[in-house]
């Protein structure tokens, strides 16, 4: 099966490619969609949508595997990653995807196997799991990897809609 992982976020939207078969992950492909922060929202958007539909149409997943929205106590920034998160939910259901959603706790849970692994665990573990030389860098690009790891540990049984 294989897997589009989607971290959300305005400035940088970390995707990861997985393919999960017999209990074995194999990378297709990580990075990052990143924005300028002097572009016009809209823009911004746009260019979000526009970099996951060219993941969907190139690697053609089955599924995609959303972090949900993290609120911390600045607002604006938690309303900006909204409107990414449901930019990268829209173009996937759009393409037909099913979708999943996992808290940043049942991420870490699905990887680590505990709920409250710091950062640098969570890597740790995607490199080792997913057999890699290094760290995936940017932090969003491993985030996102560990998005997927987490829906093909997990969630079968989580999905927030189909079309």
């Known amino acids: 099966m ?11 939207t970390g995707f990861g490619v997985i393919n999960y078969e017999n209990n074995n ?12 922060s002097k572009t016009p929202l809209p823009d911004r958007l746009v260019k979000i949508k526009e970099g996951i539909e060219t993941l969907i149409q190139q690697y053609n997943p089955e599924c995609a595997a ?45 990887v680590a196997g505990y709920g409250r692994a710091d ?10 799991l997913l057999n890699l030389k290094e760290i995936p860098k940017p932090d969003d690009a491993a985030d ?11 969630g079968h049984f989580r999905q927030l809609f189909s079309v």
């Open 144 to 154: 996102a990897l560990a998005i997927a790891m987490c829906h093909a540990h997990t």
């Open 66 to 110: 959303i972090e949900e929205l993290f609120f911390n106590t600045n607002a604006k920034s938690a309303f900006l990653v909204g409107q990414a998160r449901g930019v990268a939910v829209v173009t996937a259901a759009s393409a037909g995807l099913c979708i999943y959603e996992y808290t940043p706790l049942q991420v870490k849970q699905g």
């Open 25 to 36: 992950f194999k990378v297709i492909q990580y990075g990052v969609i990143r924005t300028p």
């Open 2 to 12: 294989i897997i589009l992982g989607i971290d959300p976020g305005l400035a940088i």
């Open 119 to 128: 950062k640098n665990q969570i890597q740790q573990m995607v490199k080792t």
